[in-house]
Structure formats: C-alpha cells, structure tokens
C-alpha cells in the first residue's frame, strides 16, 4: 500500500506561467526524512501555468498532483478546496509565485513533531520583487514576539504575523472546509490559533515576491473590507476578545482614513462592533508592533524594495 504523506503543500496557482516554474522546482527540491506531496490547483489558467504544472507532474509522479481546473472559480474557493484534499498531518501552502529555501519543509516539521501545544510555524522570508529589488528576512525585529511565540490574542491585535507562503499547520486544527463569504488567510490564521500556539522560526526558509502580476496585494481596499469581515465573524464566535479585536479594526480605520480608501465604511463598522475602552498605550503599543512587522503588500513592502534597487544601482555604479 502507498505510505500516507507526512506533509501535503497546497500550491495555489493563476496565470503565472513565469513564476510557477521555479516556485514547484523549488518545493520538489526539498530533502526530508518523510514523505511529501504536492497539489498543485490551477485556477482556470489561460497562459502557459497548466502545461508547467502538468509537467512537473509528469516528472514528479510520486509527489506532484495536479488539480487543473477548466473554469477560474476564484482565488478564495481555489485555496479552500485544495486544502480540502490535503493528505498529511502536516500542511504548508505556497502561492504559485513565492520561493522555498532549502530545509524549510524539514525544520518546521522537526518542530511540530517536537512541540505538541503548537498548532502553526512560521518562518522569515527574504522579500524581493520582479524588478530585482531584495530585502533579507533576517533584518526584521521580531522581539516582541517572546521566544518566536504567538498567540491568538496577539494575532487579533496585530493581524498577519506570517507571509501564507511561510506557514505550515497541523491538519486537525482547520475546522472550517466551506465557507459562503470572502476570506484571506488571516481567517485560519486565528482559526489554527484558537487551538494552540503558533511560532515564528528564525530561520530564512523562504521568498516573497512583493506585488507579483496580478496579484490580490494591489487592491489594498479590497483586502480591508474582508479582514474587517473576517474580524465581525470572529467577534461574533469569540466575544471575549472583543478587546483585541477593536485594537486592529481602530487601527485599520485610521490607517483607511489616512489613505482614503474606500474600505474605510467596512473599518468603521467593525470598530464599532467591537468597541472597547481600552488605553492609548495599548493602540500605542499594538501600532507600533504593526510597523516592526515585515510588509507583506504594497506600500512599505514596495518602498523597502525601490529603496534596495537605488542601492545596488549606486554600488554598481561606483564600481564601474
């Protein structure tokens, strides 16, 4: 009989006929002392992606499945349904546009199996961008995270602590298989939270490509109203951390002022939903936290990068 995987990665993927290649070369690369599968689910692509992913699958037999789906059913039930098929008591997820470093898959397995109460790692990631803009994982300050440590309410407070492409959770903490509203991954960040710790490694074991072609980062309004969906959800199933949950939506709020962005209603409504009364020092306190937090969209992520580009351009041309 065929041993069961240890590990499934859900690789998500639409119209990346240019990243997808070096993103599965870099997943089937991996060395471990367990098994691994790869499901790969196209989103209805109508460039170039099936046909690399079909033939990863014909190089990898054992490893790769690919799911290529005739019609584009959207990025959210494309990402729950492949999850869905998942196999291993470990999963990770990689969007069809980010990198694995060498090691990532056996170290965050060498924790879950060593650490029992931790239901999701992470790891830092370098971010760079398709303009050759690079910012290393390692110069982030992530201290305020005790020993690498997250909890759910301190997820609530700051909102992503980790890139998707980073994560690796056990497979019994996702309850949630169907969901009929929008969601981005934070939604089962605080899920697998609510079942056990999480954990940031400090190893770099991945690449973020910041702002890929196409990608749901350039719509930040979009990606506001449903986290504040998603924290009315929460609010609603976790009433307790009302407090918590009013600190991000406040900040988000004033963040949408700032940038008057239209998901600005959404962000007040939540606020509202939740409000507390809670200390400047701790809104103080949890803003801070958010800015030391490696940018993960457009924006900071995008400002880092072009500041990384002018360096190297300047470097080079002292040299020459």
């Known amino acids: 009989m065929e041993e069961e995987p240890k590990v499934t990665v859900c690789v998500t993927t639409y119209n990346q006929e240019q990243y997808i290649r070096s993103c599965l070369q870099s997943i089937v690369d991996q060395q471990t002392n367990f098994r691994f599968e790869v499901i790969v689910s196209d989103d209805g692509s109508t460039d170039g992606t ?16 690919p799911v290529l789906r005739p019609v584009n059913v959207g990025a959210i039930r494309n990402f729950i349904e492949v999850h869905n098929l998942a196999r291993g008591a470990y999963v990770a997820h990689m969007d069809g546009d980010d990198l694995m470093l060498p090691g990532k898959l056996q170290k965050q397995v060498d924790f879950l199996d060593a650490n029992p109460d931790f239901t999701v790692v992470w790891h830092r990631v370098n971010l760079f961008d398709d303009d050759r803009g690079f910012v290393s994982g390692e110069k982030f300050d992530l201290s305020f995270f005790p020993h690498g440590t997250v909890t759910l309410e301190h997820s609530l407070r700051i909102g992503s602590v980790g890139v ?7 497979r019994s903490a996702r309850k949630t298989r169907q969901v009929d509203f929008e969601i981005i991954d934070l939604f089962y960040t605080w899920e697998y939270l609510s079942s056990g710790k999480g954990k940031i490694l400090d190893d770099v074991l991945g690449g973020y490509r910041i702002a890929a072609k196409g990608s749901i980062q350039k719509n930040m309004s979009k990606i506001q109203r449903i986290i504040a969906h998603n924290q009315r959800y929460y609010l609603h199933l976790m009433p307790w951390q009302r407090r918590n949950i009013f600190s991000l939506a406040f900040i988000g709020f004033l963040v949408d002022v700032k940038h008057c962005r239209s998901s600005v209603w959404s962000s007040a409504r939540t606020a ?10 701790f809104l103080l306190r949890n803003l801070r936290e958010m800015k030391k937090l490696p940018p993960w969209a457009p924006g900071p992520g995008s400002a880092l990068l072009a500041r990384s580009r002018r360096s190297a351009e300047g470097l080079n041309e002292g040299q020459s």
Do not use: C, G, T
């Open 272 to 281: 509202i939903e939740s409000l507390s009364l809670v200390s400047p020092l």
């Open 164 to 170: 998707h492409s980073a994560i690796m959770y056990r």
């Open 50 to 65: 099936p046909a690399i992913v079909a033939e990863f699958a014909r190089l990898h037999p054992d490893v790769v499945r």
